[in-house]
């Protein structure tokens, strides 16, 4: 993969995602049985969370501990049914990306493409890599109650319809759990760096547009006007490019965003409510804690590299205004012109207006779940 590589990978990896048709009909069944297991573990966590949480729903602190992860697996339940139904339409968001005009064509581009590449995977990574901290911080207290108490706790709290008492039962439901939250969280955290992933590529786009009219410009005032002409309109049709690139972006996933922004103001509040009641330093607590962390940074990125893209798009005006642009000829003038109205307003990644991927989304976020813990936190006294 040349785009957003290690999240493909990943996707790949769950099943999630192929680059190509198989040709070995064995292969194809195999791969076709794999993916819906994951999908069947991921599926069934969620509805039988959901049961543990109407079956508590009398008990306040019981309610949260299943609600808190049980939103999460529902919010990933939302998107990978998203991807799942729209798999072409990310094929086409990739294809819009590889078109010549998006390439880079000399140093100075090719270190702007790489610069915007290492963010979004490292960005990638760094989200992995406290996610899967999180997801040890919930394994490993249940082995090591059954090594020193002999105490039989399942990791993650959801309603199962046998048993544990049993050694061997217990195991198995252990190990099923363990594979739903490997997956789950591979699969979650893929999906959300998507979406900065594709953002971030949007912003280089933007960057290696404003250089290269820059560079146009500067070549007219020079007196070198060999080939001008053709690169201001190509510029023009690069801006209309990165304006599709975004209307198919929110295409695609404008209603995952605003089903986790409306689950993470619960989760959140849910989180924040249970490190208050967890012993401090614990390993719960700790673990709780990496979980809030890696929630708050899910939530920060998605804001942060919103408010980036707005950003950029309202600096081409300003790229355009600094540049000599007197020399230009009257058509040249109004191909500028018509680049410069379209990203005054900036593009803003949102759904009408609202969820819309900004800070000010974030802290609006951070306060209402407070209010809210404040409310379950008056209520469970």
Same mark, same amino acid.
């Given at each position: 993969?040349?785009?957003?590589? *290690?999240? !493909?990978?990943?996707?790949?990896?769950?099943?999630?995602?192929?680059?190509?048709?198989?040709?070995?009909?064995? $292969?194809? @069944?195999?791969?076709?049985?794999?993916?819906?297991?994951?999908?069947?573990?991921?599926?069934?966590?969620?509805?039988?969370?959901? *049961?543990?949480?109407?079956?508590?729903?009398?008990? $306040?602190?019981?309610?949260?501990?299943?609600?808190?992860?049980?939103?999460?697996?529902?919010?990933?339940? *939302?998107?990978?049914?998203?991807?799942? +139904?729209?798999?072409?339409?990310?094929?086409?968001?990739?294809?819009?990306?590889?078109?010549?005009?998006?390439?880079?064509?000399?140093?100075?581009?090719?270190? #702007?493409?790489?610069?915007?590449?290492?963010?979004?995977?490292?960005?990638?990574?760094?989200?992995?890599?406290?996610?899967?901290?999180?997801? +040890?911080?919930?394994? #490993?207290?249940?082995?090591?109650?059954?090594?020193?108490?002999?105490? =039989? *706790?399942?990791?993650?709290?959801?309603?199962?319809?046998?048993?544990?008492?049993?050694l061997l039962t217990y195991l198995a439901t252990y190990l099923q759990q363990f594979i739903t939250l490997f997956y789950g969280i591979m699969l979650n955290v893929s999906f959300d760096s998507l979406v900065y992933g594709f953002t971030i590529h949007t912003c280089a786009q933007i960057e290696l547009m404003c250089h290269r009219l820059t560079a146009s410009l500067k070549s007219i005032s020079s007196g070198k006007k060999s080939g001008t002409n053709i690169s201001i309109e190509e510029c023009v049709r690069h801006h209309l490019l990165v304006k599709?690139? $975004?209307?198919?972006?929110?295409?695609?996933?404008?209603?995952?965003?605003?089903?986790?922004?409306?689950?993470?103001?619960?989760?959140?509040?849910?989180? #924040?409510?249970?490190?208050?009641?967890?012993?401090?330093?614990? !390993?719960?607590? +700790?673990?709780?804690?990496?979980?809030?962390?890696?929630?708050?940074?899910?939530?920060?990125?998605?804001?942060?590299?919103?408010?980036?893209?707005?950003?950029?798009?309202?600096?081409?005006?300003?790229?355009?205004?600094?540049?000599?642009?007197?020399?230009?000829?009257?058509?040249? =003038?109004?191909?500028?012109?018509?680049?410069?109205?379209?990203?005054?307003?900036?593009?803003?990644?949102?759904?009408?207006?609202? @969820?819309?991927?900004?800070?000010?989304? @974030?802290?609006?976020?951070?306060?209402?779940?407070?209010?809210?813990?404040?409310?379950?936190?008056?209520?469970?006294?």
């Open positions: 993969m040349d785009i957003l590589p *290690v999240n !493909f990978k990943a996707l790949q990896f769950c099943g999630a995602w192929k680059e190509r048709e198989d040709d070995n009909i064995c $292969v194809g @069944f195999l791969r076709f049985c794999y993916r819906y297991t994951i999908v069947f573990l991921i599926y069934e966590f969620t509805i039988l969370d959901a *049961v543990e949480v109407i079956r508590t729903r009398d008990h $306040v602190q019981e309610l949260t501990e299943g609600l808190f992860l049980g939103l999460t697996f529902l919010t990933l339940s *939302v998107k990978y049914a998203n991807f799942l +139904l729209r798999e072409n339409k990310v094929s086409e968001l990739l294809d819009c990306l590889r078109v010549k005009m998006c390439q880079p064509k000399n140093s100075k581009e090719k270190l #702007i493409m790489a610069e915007h590449s290492r963010r979004a995977k490292w960005s990638t990574i760094s989200f992995m890599m406290i996610s899967y901290a999180t997801g +040890l911080g919930f394994m #490993i207290p249940p082995v090591l109650g059954l090594f020193t108490k002999d105490e =039989r *706790v399942l990791p993650l709290k959801s309603y199962v319809p046998y048993s544990v008492s049993n599709i690139v $975004v209307k198919k972006m929110q295409e695609l996933f404008i209603w995952s965003i605003m089903t986790f922004f409306f689950f993470s103001l619960v989760i959140v509040c849910t989180s #924040i409510f249970l490190i208050s009641k967890t012993r401090l330093l614990s !390993f719960e607590f +700790l673990s709780m804690l990496l979980y809030l962390s890696g929630m708050l940074l899910q939530l920060f990125y998605y804001c942060w590299y919103g408010n980036e893209l707005e950003l950029k798009s309202k600096g081409i005006a300003t790229a355009i205004y600094s540049s000599d642009w007197t020399m230009t000829t009257p058509r040249e =003038r109004r191909s500028l012109i018509f680049i410069m109205i379209n990203s005054q307003k900036g593009i803003m990644f949102s759904y009408h207006g609202m @969820f819309a991927l900004s800070l000010n989304t @974030f802290t609006w976020i951070c306060r209402t779940s407070y209010s809210a813990y404040n409310l379950l936190q008056q209520a469970s006294n």
